[in-house]
T-cell receptor, first 115, second 114 residues
Framework: KAGVTQTPRYLIKTRGQQVTLSCSPI?????VSWYQQTPGQGLQFLFE???????NKGNFPGRFSGRQFSNSRSEMNVSTLELGDSALYLC??????????????FGQGTRLTVV | AQSVTQLGSHVSVSEGALVLLRCNYS??????LFWYVQYPNQGLQLLLK??????LVKGINGFEAEFKKSETSFHLTKPSAHMSDAAEYFC????????????FGSGTRLSIRP
């Protein structure tokens, strides 16, 4: 069974540009969550999609958005990039999303560098 | 609100020594707790999870954790450290009202001395 796939693995963008990151969850998983990891703030929850609907959102500005397609693949978009957006962006997939002990499986992440 | 606190941002042990990584949680409801490991330039891998079935939880790679309600702790241990255990470890709690929102601790970097 294939794991969570994130593309691209590395990305360099210029301030003011926008970027789209992609995540393909484990087959059969309908919940996809996104996290931002930085040395200063650690791992922070961005948002979660379940069956194409955003179900949860963290405390990030509106420049951060996402969507989920009918095949459960998800994209995350960051507009008007700032230097502080440089981070490792992790995607996690879960099965049905119900039950608080449902474990999340993480991808290898996309390392975004804003210059 | 639910949260976890990891004590010690960096722990260094000798190869073969006991590994103890500390985690305390805050939750007004029975928590669902996890330990994840992250190797350099990699994503997170689940080591083990507590789901109230048993207080002593065994995970992969010889790690285990004990849930102690009286101490609100969920410390991670391994009897004998191996060089390959060098990584960053995160304690985490799943937010009760949300199936997929996980709150992570700040992480503990484990170094192994030869």
């Amino acid at each position: 069974k294939a794991g969570v796939t994130q593309t691209p693995r590395y990305l360099i963008k210029t301030r003011g540009q926008q970027v789209t990151l992609s995540c393909s969850p484990i087959s059969g998983h309908r919940s996809v969550s996104w996290y931002q990891q930085t040395p200063g703030q650690g791992l922070q929850f961005l948002f979660e999609y379940f069956s194409e609907t955003q179900r949860n959102k963290g405390n990030f500005p509106g420049r951060f958005s996402g969507r989920q397609f009918s095949n459960s693949r998800s994209e995350m978009n960051v507009s008007t990039l700032e230097l502080g957006d440089s981070a490792l962006y992790l995607c996690a997939s879960s099965s049905t999303g119900t039950g608080s002990n449902t474990e999340a499986f993480f991808g290898q992440g996309t390392r975004l560098t804003v210059v | 609100a639910q949260s976890v606190t990891q004590l010690g941002s960096h722990v260094s042990v000798s190869e073969g020594a006991l590994v103890l990584l500390r985690c305390n949680y805050s939750s007004s409801v029975p928590p669902y707790l996890f330990w994840y490991v992250q190797y350099p330039n990699q994503g997170l891998q689940l080591l083990l999870k507590y789901t109230s079935a048993a207080t002593l939880v065994k995970g992969i790679n010889g790690f285990e954790a004990e849930f102690k309600k009286s101490e609100t702790s969920f410390h991670l241990t391994k009897p004998s450290a191996h060089m390959s255990d060098a990584a960053e470890y995160f304690c985490a709690v799943r937010v009760y009202s949300s199936a997929s929102k996980i709150i992570f601790g700040s992480g503990t970097r484990l170094s192994i001395r030869p």
